[in-house]
């Protein structure tokens, strides 16, 4: 038997180096959102492994102007190819999800375009980099900015930053806007930067018979009128929870978790298959998300941002659903003691930003795409008295604080306590004036879905506060 001999290091093969690289991301054509989230799929299965992306921006197209409004975006990639190789790589996925140039800067299906690669500059006749158009291009700059805003392009300027390119741009005739899927059937997107946009009502169905509210009114029979009367009432999602998150309200497994809310959500993928009504599923359980998932439910709306279950974000990311994170400190049993913002820190808001944009950067190391994350300052969750009032007044400061901006945000505040310290209303359903006061106070603040126990009331305050606001 002949021994084993070490190779001298510098004879062993040397390991592939891994190079970050930017990719700009278009579409459209067809399903736009869809096509550029499969391009994603293609470069991670062949080892383009997709670390970060930008949110995606609808976009009037630019040099061929007779076509449709484009989806843009970038992802930050890492990859051992080199640079015509990674350009030989990107164009077979182009061809194999079926693009057809027909017009050079014409409608395309899929378009994936390397902008930076490293600090290299590169000059061939195939392939510029960085690329040529980047000054020139919001639908470029935007997304690329989200990802390395303080990153120069030209390293013989390194005074020139990615955000400087941007902001020297003039004016878009018409401003560009976010767009977040809500599911894979058909629905639109939001458009969280679109002053005119509609706010999405967001029916509670508790599945529990334990919640603050309305504990048990839904678990039995009649659910099938309930959740008619929801849509008829102008519900655009329903909410099916199966755990509450009351203070001192004990665990159920996750088994009659998923026993509660998978029946309910199967009930109405079923019964009101004609009806556009999506479906989220608030739990902070992986298991449980992936069943409801699997059962027809199009959101997972996580109170604790991914926090409580340490498979819950890889889960989301594997299933391609969108996500709600919400601001939560510890767990629904400790969170009342857990509301100190030093503002030494920050404060309330800033505390509740920087933890926030920890939840987004965990949920994006977990391979969550940015454009399929929606966020919940959590009202009545490591948050008392008049801080849930401030939070409502700094609803704009938290839309745009850094690493925040772009992404679409959902409130609830329905009947909580804080409503009825301040209007003196000691039981939860009663307190539909005040809830109304601040579902409105949401709308103006920015809020792109309001979630509600009392629907036909608050369908009626949003239509009357889109009316003030969203125009």
């Known amino acids: 038997m002949t021994d084993a001999i070490d190779l001298p290091a510098s004879s062993k093969p040397a390991a592939p180096t891994v190079r970050t690289t930017y990719i700009a991301l278009g579409s459209n054509l067809g399903d736009k959102i869809g096509w550029i989230e499969k391009a994603c799929k293609e470069m991670d299965a062949r080892g383009i492994k997709v670390k970060r992306t930008s949110c995606l921006w609808e976009t009037e197209p630019m040099y061929v102007l007779d076509q449709d409004r484009f989806v843009n ?14 350009l030989d790589a990107l164009q077979d996925i182009e061809n194999s999800l079926g693009r057809k140039k027909i017009i050079d800067k014409g409608p395309r299906n899929i378009d994936l375009d390397i902008l930076l690669y490293e600090n290299l500059k590169f000059d061939h006749e195939r392939l510029k980099i960085p690329h040529i158009g980047i000054p020139e291009r919001e639908f470029v700059l935007r997304p690329l900015a989200e990802l390395i805003p303080d990153k120069p392009l030209d390293h013989t300027r390194p005074w020139t930053l990615t955000r400087d390119l941007l902001d020297a741009l003039p004016p878009s005739s018409t401003p560009i806007t976010t767009m977040t899927p809500l599911s894979s059937h058909g629905h639109p997107p939001i458009q969280a930067l679109n002053p005119s946009r509609k706010t999405h009502v967001m029916a509670i169905l508790n599945m529990t018979p334990d919640s603050f509210s309305d504990g048990g009114q839904h678990a039995s029979a009649g659910l099938e009128s309930t959740i008619q009367s929801f849509l ?36 109405i993928r079923e019964k009101f298959s004609h009806r556009d009504v999506l479906i989220s599923v608030d739990t902070y359980r992986a298991s449980v998300a992936e069943a409801a998932v699997a059962a027809g439910a199009d959101i997972v709306n996580d109170v604790s941002g991914g926090s409580m279950d340490p498979d819950m974000l890889p889960t ?20 009342s003691s857990l509301n100190e913002y030093p503002e030494a820190e920050g404060g309330l808001i800033g505390g509740i930003a920087k933890e926030l944009v920890g939840r987004v950067a965990a ?61 003196g209303v000691p039981t939860p359903k009663e307190r539909i004036w005040g809830t109304a006061a601040t579902v409105a106070a949401a709308v103006q603040g920015g809020a792109d879905v309001v979630r509600v126990h009392d629907v036909k009331e608050m369908a009626q305050v949003v239509a009357m506060a889109d009316a003030i606001w969203r125009y």
């Open 232 to 267: 008829d009432a102008g519900a655009t999602m329903i909410d099916v929870g199966g755990q509450s998150t009351a203070p001192r309200t004990p665990q159920v497994s996750a088994e009659e978790e998923i026993g509660r809310v998978v029946p309910a959500i199967k009930m």
């Open 316 to 335: 989301v990311a594997r299933l391609g659903s969108t996500i709600c994170l919400m601001h939560m400190r510890g767990t629904p049993a400790n969170m």
């Open 73 to 86: 975006g970038a992802c930050e990639v890492e990859t051992t190819l080199e640079p015509l190789e990674l």
């Open 363 to 423: 949920a994006e190391a977990a391979g969550i795409r940015r454009w399929r994350i929606v966020l919940d300052p959590g009202l009545g969750f490591a948050k008392v008295g008049p801080q849930n009032v401030d939070v409502l007044r700094h609803l704009e400061e938290l839309r745009s604080w850094p690493g925040l901006q772009g992404l679409p945000w959902l409130v609830g505040s329905s009947r909580k306590s804080f409503i009825g310290q301040v209007t």
